[in-house]
């Protein structure tokens, strides 16, 4: 079973516009971590927002928001004013546990473009 | 910010030959290394985990006499790709746990073509 859903293989936004990107997760660990990475073209994975299960507020991080809804297990990213650099894969991931040496599962990812 | 390298960045092979790809904290002690593959237009897999100076555990699918680590140091793993095939053609990212601070990097990619 997928442990890492994200729907939306390609979005289209309007630069300066909001755009969310889907992402629902499935565990029953009740410790857990959501994480959002941006990679451009050139390859390098970026992090961009991390969402612990126990916080009991999205996390922030400047344009980028998360809005998680722990009983849908859902995790959407949320950025505000897009822009052209905004253009890539975004990758939704989760860890299982406290423990960072616990594995990173990443969903299929979504591709934003971003329209001048 | 800590830095992650990955040496080399790009490498063209003939099939059937051996592929070393390394993997350098460059700040930081990385006590433990995650290598992960990622085929053209699909999202990163995870390969193998392995903790400094222990064998990798390999996951389901992939296997350990082709993809070969070694985590002999806190900042350096290596990755051999052994006896490479077309299929085998991917790309190849490390990440690191800092020890320290408990925080997962990546490093840039090694983007591998079997020809």
């Known amino acids: 079973a997928q442990k890492i859903t994200q729907t939306q293989p390609g979005m289209f936004v309007q630069e300066k516009e909001a755009v969310t990107l889907d992402c629902t997760y499935d565990t029953s660990d009740p410790s857990y971590g959501l994480f959002w990475y941006k990679q451009p073209s050139s390859g390098e994975m970026i992090f961009l927002i991390y969402q612990g299960s126990y916080d009991q507020q999205n996390a922030t991080e400047g344009r980028y928001s998360l809005n998680f809804q722990k009983a849908r297990k859902s995790a959407n990213l949320v950025i505000s004013a897009s822009q052209l650099g905004d253009s890539a894969m975004y990758f939704c991931?989760?860890?299982?546990?406290?423990?960072?040496?616990?594995?990173?599962?990443f969903g299929s990812g979504t591709r934003l473009l971003v329209r001048p | 910010g800590a830095v992650v390298s990955q040496h080399p960045s790009r490498v063209i092979c003939k099939s059937g030959t051996s592929v070393k790809i390394e993997c350098r904290s460059l700040d930081f002690q990385a006590t433990t290394m995650f290598w992960y593959r990622q085929f053209p237009k699909q999202s990163l897999m995870l390969m193998a985990t392995s903790n400094e100076g222990s064998k990798a555990t390999y996951e389901q699918g992939v296997e350990k006499d082709k993809f070969l680590i070694n985590h002999a140091s806190l900042t350096l793993s290596t990755l051999t790709v052994t006896s490479a095939h077309p299929e085998d053609s991917s790309f190849y990212i490390c990440s690191p746990i800092d020890g320290g601070t408990d925080t997962q990097y990546f490093g840039p990619g090694t983007r591998l073509t079997v020809l």
């Open positions: 991931a989760m860890r299982e546990g406290k423990d960072s040496s616990y594995k990173l599962i």
